[in-house]
């Protein structure tokens, strides 16, 4: 291993960024390319999402013992700020997450990232070895966390003082599982959508899909659209303005049945009203899940939020499935060419948990916090995959658990309009995994005010969130530390974040 990392440091060239390749020896790391980047390049990632990098940096290729892939990108010696910034990875994982590669070494960072162990390109790679699962699930993620501090340490010849792990998604599901399970991994955590349920959140997507197969035709994708505009429109203005944006839907009362075409003003089809069959079907998939036996689920989807009409079979053909899927399919069914139609949630779910530990939900944070550490964690209230209502009841679930010490080193962000990790109607970018917000001030920007009240500084507060369009900032508006939401005062313009405070919900 030496020997080929002394061989990739040699053909970059004297003055080369990977110039110091040669002294790394860690067991069961083995460094594939080492590849100097110079500043001012523009350098573009695989992914055309990640923003171009203009730091020198080295660019180091490996695989921690037989099969988990990582980069990790370490920037001059004179230009690194002695931390470490990890990307989580989302979905079945099979790839890195160069933006937060990109945004770490831009920053100043040792930024690292890993496949979990296998390629997206392996549509069956649950079939393969057993460990995959488990290095999928979270060991892959604490290897890297070891790892890459230890070839940090052999690079600079001095150790890593701070490190930080940024995911959303499965991304933000692998951050809850450090702070959970591995709580000396990382000083900071950002997670976003963690999906802290997942086996409960894939027997959903799974469901929903049969649904919309064995309903094909009854509803269209604008019916859908119908009835999440519908549950918006009736509980926009919760927040003192309407634009759109509903403050806290979790509060919303909406039924469907106010979509029921009345006789002779309308029609179903007619994209205003909805018939008693479509009805019928949307208050199912909105509802709670329960599974076979009456057991509950889950507690629904909430008003506003849109619903992804996709049936079985699943459109991902070539290419990896959905994760729900593959986790029956072929983890707990071990057949690929197992008939999704044959899902029963009374099961099929139960089964995911001898196949791999998915949950990201224990409340007991009391290591993590011990250590010094300071978990940040958002949401979208509009996201169709990962529920609003999982997050929040995790949030709730660790203040009952930790009481009073839960304020010290956890916030929760709720974001009004934004689907999954980013996007939706509502400003979205805040400096966490979905990009960069205003600036890098920490009252606008997620990573900063981690890295300030790490510091020892101020916890972090209002944080804004800007929505671009076309390079331009359209809208703003300030996050509030759950369960604080954005309250508009007066008659200003509702797209400036002036125009709103932080305040608690008034009781009804």
């Given at each position: 291993?030496?020997?080929?990392?002394?061989?990739?440091?040699?053909?970059?060239?004297?003055?080369?960024?990977?110039?110091?390749?040669?002294?790394?020896?860690?067991?069961d790391?083995?460094?594939?390319?080492?590849?100097?980047?110079?500043?001012g390049?523009?350098?573009?990632?695989p992914?055309?999402?990640?923003?171009?990098?203009?730091?020198?940096?080295?660019?180091?290729?490996?695989?921690?013992?037989?099969?988990?892939?990582?980069?990790?990108?370490?920037?001059?010696?004179?230009?690194?700020?002695?931390?470490?910034?990890?990307?989580?990875?989302?979905?079945?994982?099979?790839?890195?997450?160069?933006?937060?590669?990109?945004?770490?070494?831009?920053?100043?960072?040792?930024?690292?990232?890993?496949?979990?162990?296998?390629?997206?390109?392996?549509?069956?790679?649950?079939?393969g070895?057993?460990?995959?699962?488990?290095?999928?699930?979270?060991?892959?993620?604490?290897?890297?966390?070891?790892?890459?501090?230890?070839?940090?340490?052999g690079?600079y010849?001095?150790?890593?003082?701070?490190?930080?792990?940024?995911?959303?998604?499965?991304?933000?599901?692998?951050?809850?599982?450090?702070?959970?399970?591995?709580?000396?991994d990382?000083?900071?955590?950002?997670?976003?959508?963690?999906?802290?349920?997942?086996?409960?959140?894939?027997?959903?997507?799974?469901?929903?899909?049969?649904?919309?197969?064995?309903h094909?035709?009854?509803?269209?994708?604008?019916?859908?659209?119908?009835?999440?505009?519908?549950?918006?429109?009736?509980?926009?203005?919760?927040?003192?303005?309407?634009?759109?944006?509903?403050?806290?839907?979790?509060?919303?009362?909406?039924?469907?049945?106010e979509l029921?075409?009345?006789?002779?003003?309308?029609?179903?089809?007619?994209?205003?009203?909805?018939?008693?069959?479509?009805?019928?079907?949307?208050?199912?998939?909105?509802?709670?899940?329960h599974?076979?036996?009456?057991?509950?689920?889950?507690?629904?989807?909430?008003?506003?939020?849109?619903?992804?009409?996709?049936?079985?079979?699943?459109?991902?053909?070539?290419?990896?499935?959905?994760?729900?899927?593959?986790?029956?399919?072929?983890?707990?069914?071990?057949?690929?060419?197992?008939?999704?139609r044959?899902?029963?949630?009374?099961?099929?779910?139960?089964?995911?948990?001898?196949?791999?530990?998915?949950?990201?939900?224990?409340?007991?944070?009391?290591?993590?916090?011990?250590?010094?550490?300071?978990?940040?964690?958002?949401?979208?209230?509009?996201?169709?995959?990962?529920?609003?209502?999982?997050?929040?009841?995790?949030?709730?679930?660790?203040?009952?658990?930790?009481?009073?010490?839960?304020?010290?080193?956890?916030?929760l962000?709720?974001?009004?309009?934004?689907?999954?990790?980013?996007?939706?109607?509502?400003?979205?970018?805040?400096?966490?995994?979905?990009?960069?917000?205003?600036?890098?001030?920490p009252?606008?920007?997620?990573?900063?005010?981690?890295?300030?009240?790490?510091?020892?500084?101020?916890?972090?507060?209002?944080?804004l969130s800007?929505?671009?369009?076309?390079?331009?900032?359209v809208?703003?508006?300030?996050?509030?530390?759950?369960?604080q939401?954005?309250?508009?005062?007066?008659?200003?313009?509702?797209?400036?974040?002036?125009?709103?405070?932080?305040?608690?919900?008034?009781?009804?």
């Open positions: 291993m030496a020997l080929l990392a002394l061989l990739a440091a040699a053909t970059l060239g004297a003055g080369g960024a990977c110039d110091h390749v040669a002294r790394i020896a860690v067991p790391v083995r460094i594939v390319t080492a590849t100097s980047v110079a500043a390049s523009g350098f573009a990632s992914d055309a999402r990640a923003p171009k990098v203009e730091a020198g940096f080295c660019r180091i290729e490996g695989v921690i013992e037989k099969e988990i892939g990582f980069e990790l990108w370490l920037p001059l010696r004179g230009v690194w700020n002695g931390h470490l910034l990890t990307g989580g990875v989302g979905g079945q994982a099979g790839s890195l997450n160069y933006r937060e590669l990109a945004r770490g070494v831009s920053r100043g960072y040792a930024s690292a990232s890993t496949d979990t162990g296998h390629k997206a390109s392996d549509r069956h790679w649950l079939l070895d057993p460990q995959r699962a488990i290095n999928y699930a979270e060991r892959a993620n604490h290897l890297l966390a070891m790892k890459a501090k230890a070839v940090i340490a690079f010849g001095k150790p890593v003082h701070r490190a930080i792990f940024s995911g959303c998604s499965g991304g933000g599901r692998q951050a809850m599982t450090e702070a959970q399970r591995y709580p000396g990382y000083d900071g955590i950002l997670a976003g959508a963690p999906g802290v349920n997942t086996p409960e959140m894939s027997a959903r997507r799974m469901w929903e899909m049969i649904q919309h197969r064995r094909a035709g009854l509803m269209s994708a604008a019916d859908w659209t119908l009835v999440a505009r519908s549950g918006v429109s009736r509980c926009d203005g919760d927040d003192g303005v309407r634009d759109g944006l509903v403050a806290n839907p979790a509060a919303c009362r909406f039924d469907v049945g029921l075409c009345r006789q002779g003003v309308a029609s179903a089809g007619s994209g205003r009203c909805l018939g008693q069959e479509q009805v019928s079907l949307a208050r199912r998939v909105y509802g709670p899940l599974d076979e036996n009456g057991k509950r689920i889950d507690s629904g989807i909430l008003p506003g939020v849109p619903v992804s009409a996709t049936p079985l079979p699943e459109p991902f053909t070539p290419g990896p499935p959905y994760l729900a899927v593959s986790l029956f399919g072929d983890g707990v069914h071990r057949d690929p060419d197992w008939d999704a044959n899902f029963r949630i009374a099961d099929d779910l139960p089964a995911i948990d001898r196949v791999m530990n998915l949950h990201a939900d224990d409340s007991d944070l009391s290591a993590f916090r011990a250590r010094g550490g300071k978990l940040l964690m958002y949401q979208g209230w509009a996201d169709p995959l990962v529920l609003a209502q999982s997050t929040t009841a995790y949030f709730d679930a660790v203040q009952a658990r930790m009481g009073g010490h839960a304020s010290d080193f956890l916030r962000y709720m974001v009004p309009g934004m689907d999954h990790c980013v996007g939706g109607s509502g400003p979205d970018l805040f400096g966490a995994t979905g990009g960069e917000g205003l600036d890098r001030a009252e606008h920007d997620m990573l900063s005010a981690l890295e300030r009240w790490l510091d020892g500084g101020k916890a972090p507060g209002a944080i800007v929505k671009r369009e076309n390079g331009a900032i809208a703003q508006r300030p996050l509030c530390p759950y369960p939401a954005a309250y508009y005062v007066g008659r200003s313009d509702p797209k400036r974040a002036s125009s709103f405070q932080c305040r608690l919900p008034l009781q009804k």
